[in-house]
């Protein structure tokens, strides 16, 4: 897509476009709290207002995890709580509820220790982090459904990645707040107070953008409220209720719920097994997220100023001011990926390559640490840096947005709530365990720290090539046809070089198997009509 069909395309779907931005501005507070901590956690100030200074080296190592993890455990238990509430309220509401938690434990952050002793504060400060955490964790469950399932699907790639975007600008934006504040601000208990009081504006604006949002079509269907569903879809494409592609949608949306409605989670979580297709597209959304936390992003996130100094980088303001400039290369990374890649080249490419492209960047890294563990710098070392940024720019390729976009889409729809609750759930367990481990094992084991993640990453790229079929394209209605059979020999066609390895041999095409399923009445006959209308092609460009 061009720059002016860019434009174009943003113009028509606006409103889509709008809703999407406004439910992905809760990822600023993930990406913000990730930035923020690491740059904290090296300020002189803060380290003397807690005793960091005084401690050993192992002991900061626990502490340093102990304070970053304890948000991924609140958000572990923020996504437990979001199944059941975002099928009892709404999407929306749950969204703006998220919001509030958040600001409430952001709040609490930002005045810690004021008219108490220090040893109060940490425990406030501790308490304070699960409680955002808690917010967090739901906004991260609940945003990339809600704005799947409210996108027209040639959007939807594009419009799901947000939520990784603006995780990357939350980050980059408090990497530059913490630098700002290390150079600006002088000595004292506001240097690092002033990084925590900032950070509300993004929950405060969240809460603002959601308000006139309208709330999910799906749920909507899913409590048989059709006219309030017709007219959130006609919202989003920017039509009529009557038009003919929200009246196919929402038709569709009606007979994917048939005899599925009113399920309540533990009804959900039996389900799972119904099927072999099924269990498939429950499993997936799971593996990618689980994928996602072992591409080593949270130790290069919470502790790149630390990984940067390592490498000959010293200085606090130096550090930060390099993990800043890592942060502008993620955004404008994830940013272009949205904008060129996800649509164009696929979910399953952007997810190889990127896997590729990481794994040989930290093996790149774990090499030189290994040859080099001296804290100088040598030509080596800028090669070293330069491989940050470059596995920065692959993350945000493929593991940074696309896990988040591949659940929402694979996820049955009738069992969302549940897919998404465990995936959501295994990330954020997998953050925790890795965040609170990479501090000690960067002290214990330092370059195997790399070595372990470019490991994984290359494991990644041999999944995606063969056992993830490409969801690009399809409705959400469509995906189960993915998963009924071939699924393998669909992997290896959608693969680069893949059909070497089939011969002859060839998946069914979707269009076959969902005619066939039109002619044994599985689908509504409505869409059959539809389709063999001349419009078919306009129609489809509007399906959500």
């Not at 807690?50 to 340093?64: L, R, T």
């Not at 002290?443 to 790229?461: N, Q, R, S």
Request: proline content about 4%.
């Amino acid at each position: 897509m061009g720059f002016k069909d860019a434009l174009t395309d943003i113009s028509r779907y606006r409103n889509a476009y709008t809703i999407a931005l406004s439910a992905s501005m809760g990822s600023i507070f993930f990406g913000w709290d990730t930035g923020l901590m690491g740059g904290i956690l090296t300020l002189k100030s803060f380290q003397s207002y807690f005793g960091i200074n005084n401690m050993s080296a192992s002991a900061q190592a626990n502490f340093n995890g102990n304070i970053v993890s304890i948000l991924q455990a609140g958000a572990f238990f923020g996504v437990l709580s979001t199944g059941w509430v975002s099928s009892h309220f709404g999407r929306k509401r749950s969204l703006i509820a998220s919001g509030v938690i958040y600001i409430i434990g952001s709040l609490i952050q930002a005045v810690v220790g004021l008219g108490s002793d220090r040893l109060i504060a940490l425990r406030l400060f501790y308490f304070s982090r699960f409680v955002a955490g808690s917010g967090v964790g739901m906004v991260s469950a609940l945003a990339p459904s809600y704005i799947s399932e409210c996108m027209p699907k040639h959007i939807r790639g594009r419009c799901t990645g947000l939520v990784q975007f603006s995780d990357n600008v939350g980050m980059m934006l408090s990497f530059w707040v913490n630098y700002s504040t290390s150079i600006n601000i002088p000595y004292s208990d506001m240097q690092w107070r002033m990084p925590l009081i900032i950070q509300l504006i993004p929950g405060i604006l969240f809460v603002l953008l959601m308000l006139p949002q309208p709330e999910s079509p799906r749920w909507l269907v899913e409590k048989e409220r059709y006219d309030e569903a017709a007219e959130t879809l006609a919202y989003v494409v920017r039509t009529s209720v009557d038009d003919k592609s929200v009246l196919l949608t929402l038709d569709e949306i009606k007979a994917d719920f048939i005899g599925k409605q009113r399920l309540s989670l533990l009804a959900q979580f039996r389900m799972m097994g119904e099927s072999r297709q099924i269990v498939l597209r429950c499993l997936i959304p799971s593996i990618t997220t689980f994928f996602q936390r072992w591409t080593g992003a949270d130790a290069a996130n919470y502790f790149s100023p630390q990984i940067f100094a390592a490498l000959g980088i010293t200085g606090t303001s130096s550090s930060l001011f390099a993990t800043g400039v890592y942060g502008v290369v993620k955004v404008v990374a994830v940013g272009l990926t949205l904008a060129f890649a996800v649509d164009s080249w696929g979910r399953k490419m952007c997810l190889f390559v990127g896997a590729l492209g990481q794994g040989l960047s930290l093996l790149w890294i774990a090499g030189f640490g290994a040859v080099h563990p001296q804290n100088t710098i040598v030509p080596g070392s800028y090669v070293s840096i330069v491989a940050i940024y470059l596995y920065g720019v692959f993350f945000c390729l493929g593991w940074g947005p696309l896990p988040w976009i591949v659940a929402s889409e694979i996820a049955p729809n009738h069992l969302r709530a549940a897919t998404l609750t465990i995936a959501i759930c295994v990330n954020w367990l997998l953050s925790f365990t890795i965040s609170r481990l990479t501090p000690v094992m960067l002290e214990k084991i330092t370059y195997g720290t790399f070595l372990l993640f470019g490991v994984c990453c290359m494991i990644m790229a041999t999944w995606v090539y063969f056992l993830l079929p490409e969801t690009k394209g399809y409705a959400l209605e469509d995906i189960k046809y993915l998963f009924e059979k071939d699924v393998m020999v669909r992997s290896l066609e959608d693969s680069p070089g893949g059909r070497v390895f089939l011969g002859g041999r060839r998946a069914t095409p979707v269009e076959e198997m969902r005619r066939t399923a039109d002619v044994r009445g599985l689908s509504d006959p409505a869409r059959k009509e539809d389709e063999e209308s001349s419009e078919s092609i306009e129609v489809a460009d509007l399906q959500i």
